[in-house]
């Protein structure tokens, strides 16, 4: 496991490549998701369940825990802007350095965020200012997967590049079991000391991972495939108009196969927390249930990963996304019980299973769709509009849609199961890409969707 396949940028073009091993590779490439994801579960869990009483005190529990969570939405729509902008940027300019700015602008609106004054202490400016904080965080955020998933599967040899493309994914549960396990023992506090000063702290922790970080990053080299497109002079002006010119059929496809990973898993990550709350079970029986999710999702990754490489990335991709819109109904028939075991087991089939295998697939399923040239705006286009589309609206259509039934959760769980089959539809519809030389795709660049 510890053959190299990516090295660092030489002098010049033509220059040799030292070579740096697949340890420092997984290092490199997940310590960036991590910050992300831990960053955006964070908010998540906060807005979930604290964030409301300290930004929106003047408004009824529910009206505030949907003002909470709009706060969440408006970070999701500043992704696509953000993730354009720089996607621009890594298709123009190379992804290394748009990676290293992501890291940082994340991890800085987050720490930031925890020193907020509330709306006790300065009134309306409190949630104005939350709000441009999470326009910052989204921001940065946008491109943080797409560049360090590109990356990868452009270094990857053929034959395991759905493997190596999962390893960072398990960076990003790693993000968000870190953030629930913060967060779950935040919620031991008083209420008191919770509302004080408890809230704070996974915000303020995120300054730590950024210091080391940052270091780490700034080690990550160019890929071969963008080197290869700058040495033969084929680099994109406009990324984003070449990208819908050429390939729109496949824009459309990744979309609708990222339909899941947009709707369900913020139905589960976000909604559920509040939902499960509010019948009356302790806040951090539903956080221990989605550590135990984050804890069996970092193991099947690697899995889903060969799977893809075995089996295909269409295949693979719609299993998962079958067994995502068919678990639905059996998720919240174990979340109504109100007992704890059956909530965990609910929370870990649903998020570990469920959605974390479908994004161990994508890490090379999407960034293959596209051309070299522009594949990082073009796993920016696909996910972070679709985003906007299904994810902001998530948590506050489930909230919605669960009080109009008088606390029922099916219409969620047909939504749920409606977007898992979308999912599983699209991916059989999509190019096999398995063992497909991206190298010799980035010098022909002919191929269009």
């Known amino acids: 496991m510890e053959g190299s396949f990516l090295s660092k940028r030489g002098a010049g073009p033509g220059a040799p490549r030292p070579k740096v091993t697949t340890r420092t590779l997984v290092s490199t490439t997940t310590v960036g998701t991590i910050i992300e994801?831990?960053?955006?579960?964070?908010?998540?869990?906060?807005?979930?369940?604290?964030?409301?009483?300290?930004?929106?005190?003047?408004?009824?529990?529910t009206v505030g825990v949907l003002a909470s969570l709009a706060t969440f939405a408006v970070g999701l729509v500043a992704r696509p802007l953000g993730g354009l902008i720089?996607?621009?940027?890594g298709d123009t300019y190379g992804r290394r350095s748009v990676l290293v700015a992501t890291f940082l602008m994340m991890g800085i609106a987050t720490t930031l965020i925890g020193c907020l004054p509330t709306y006790e202490t300065i009134g309306i400016a409190a949630p104005i200012l939350l709000v441009v904080l999470r326009l910052a965080q989204g921001f940065g955020a946008g491109a943080e997967y797409a560049g360090a998933t590109s990356m990868v599967v452009e270094d990857a040899p053929p034959a395991?590049?759905?493997?190596?493309?999962?390893?960072?994914?398990?960076?990003?549960?790693a993000g968000i079991a870190?953030?629930?396990?913060?967060?779950?023992?935040?919620?031991?506090?008083?209420?008191?000391?919770?509302?004080?000063?408890?809230?704070?702290?996974?915000?303020l922790l995120s300054i730590v991972m950024v210091v080391v970080g940052a270091v780490i990053r700034m080690k990550v080299p160019e890929s071969k495939v963008f080197e290869k497109v700058k040495e033969t002079n084929r680099v994109a002006r406009m990324p984003l108009g070449e990208l819908l010119r050429r390939q729109p059929g496949r824009v459309l496809t990744g979309m609708a196969a990222n339909a899941p990973l947009t709707f369900n898993i913020y139905?589960?990550?976000v909604f559920v927390l509040s939902y499960v709350s509010g019948r009356g079970v302790a806040s951090n029986v539903p956080l221990v249930g989605l550590l135990l999710g984050c804890i069996l999702g970092m193991i099947l990754c690697p899995i889903a990963g060969k799977l893809a490489d075995r089996y295909g990335r269409r295949r693979t991709y719609a299993a998962f996304c079958l067994f995502n819109g068919i678990f639905s109904g059996p998720f919240f028939l174990l979340l109504s019980t109100g007992d704890t075991v059956s909530i965990w087991v609910?929370?870990?089939?649903?998020?570990?299973?469920?959605?974390?295998?479908?994004?161990?697939?994508?890490?090379?399923?999407?960034?293959?769709?596209?051309n070299a040239r522009f594949r990082f705006t073009g796993v920016v286009f696909t996910r972070e509009v679709s985003l906007v589309l299904l994810a902001a609206p998530a948590p506050i259509v489930a909230t919605v849609l669960t009080a109009s039934t008088g606390g029922n959760p099916w219409p969620v769980a047909v939504l749920m199961t409606f977007f898992g089959f979308l999912g599983a539809a699209a991916a059989l519809r999509a190019p096999e890409m398995r063992g497909i030389d991206l190298l010799t795709e980035a010098e022909r660049h002919e191929r269009v969707g």
């Not at 831990?38 to 964030?51: E, F, K, P, R, V």
């Not at 720089?86 to 940027?89: K, M, S």
């Not at 395991?160 to 549960?173: K, N, T």
């Not at 959605?355 to 697939?361: D, E, H, M």
């Open 178 to 203: 870190l953030a629930a396990s913060v967060t779950a023992g935040m919620s031991y506090l008083p209420k008191d000391q919770l509302a004080s000063w408890g809230w704070r702290v996974p915000f």
């Open 346 to 370: 609910g929370m870990a089939l649903g998020f570990g299973l469920g959605c974390i295998t479908i994004n161990a697939v994508s890490a090379s399923f999407l960034p293959e769709l596209f």
């Open 37 to 61: 994801w831990y960053d955006w579960a964070i908010y998540s869990n906060a807005a979930a369940l604290i964030l409301n009483e300290l930004f929106f005190p003047k408004l009824s529990p």
């Open 160 to 173: 395991q590049r759905g493997y190596f493309a999962s390893l960072p994914i398990m960076g990003m549960v």
């Open 267 to 269: 139905v589960i990550q």
């Open 86 to 89: 720089l996607g621009h940027l």
